[in-house]
């Protein structure tokens, strides 16, 4: 770690009465840090604005945040910069106290973005469903953990099915689907994470006068797409190079939408 603020004030400790740590009671965000800006800011807070409103928590002020992660990141061309907002401390027991949230910023080294394809695998690990919390970036990322623990070395992501065997993400990015010239992606209307770079994709594909489709994905659909892509912001939008174990490699060529999505990625 490079630098980080808490509640504004250099440093890296926070209450052990704190509710993230408690409870994994809060949100996060990461994003990559460019020419010593934020990529796509406006959508991260948005989100973030979004998962505080659901889990009925404040949000702190975007210009606040926006003040303290220039600070962190104005001698950094290139970092990685992640905000964590937490309901702040309480005393033992589930019922929050009503005090200020606590706000974490942390940067870290990157090497910066990759353009190469990938490789992955399907996770033996399945994701329960939990239709109040699908969608959220919060903190409880247990499932994740387990699934990375088990993530083949010779693998960059592992696909990620729910309890029905419905395809749903990557342990850390989220994916897409290209069937000819269709697009698609999990729904995550019982579980997962709607990334930012993934709406980010959506909206190119709107504005091109296209769709992405969002809905239940059968792993029969993953082994026989014509193309799959991981997005994510840290990995942008990937390609990826084949399945591990399965007999499955792209059969077309990148679809415009995606590419053009690729250009906005690590933008401001």
């Known amino acids: 770690m490079i630098a980080s603020l808490v509640n504004g004030v250099p440093g890296d400790q926070v209450s052990i009465l704190d509710r993230g740590l408690q409870f994994g009671d809060g949100l996060f965000e990461t994003l990559a840090v460019i020419r010593n800006r934020p990529c796509l800011w406006q959508a991260h807070v948005a989100r973030l604005a979004s998962g505080c409103a659901r889990l009925g928590m404040a949000m702190p002020d975007p210009a606040l945040l926006e003040q303290e992660s220039r600070e962190l990141i104005s001698s950094h061309e290139q970092a990685v910069l992640k905000i964590i907002i937490t309901r702040g401390s309480s005393a033992r027991g589930y019922a929050p106290a009503h005090g200020p949230v606590t706000r974490i910023l942390s940067l870290f080294s990157w090497d910066g973005p990759a353009s190469e394809s990938v490789w992955v695998n399907i996770a033996s690990r399945r994701l329960g469903l939990n239709p109040t919390l699908a969608g959220l970036k919060h903190l409880n990322r247990l499932e994740q953990v387990l699934a990375r623990q088990e993530m083949p070395g010779d693998v960059q992501e592992s696909i990620l099915l729910d309890i029905k065997d419905r395809v749903t993400e990557g342990i850390a990015a989220n994916i897409i689907l290209q069937q000819g010239e ?40 993953l082994l026989s797409a014509d193309a799959l892509y991981l997005t994510s912001s840290l990995l942008g939008i990937r390609p990826v190079q084949g399945i591990l174990q399965e007999d499955w490699r792209p059969a077309l060529a990148q679809h415009p939408v995606i590419e053009a999505a690729q250009s906005r990625v690590f933008s401001p």
């Open 182 to 221: 269709r697009l698609l992606t999990p729904a995550l209307n019982e579980c997962g994470v709607a990334g930012v770079t993934r709406q980010l994709v959506l909206d190119t594909a709107a504005g091109m006068g296209m769709t992405v489709e969002k809905t239940e994905v059968q792993r029969e659909a």
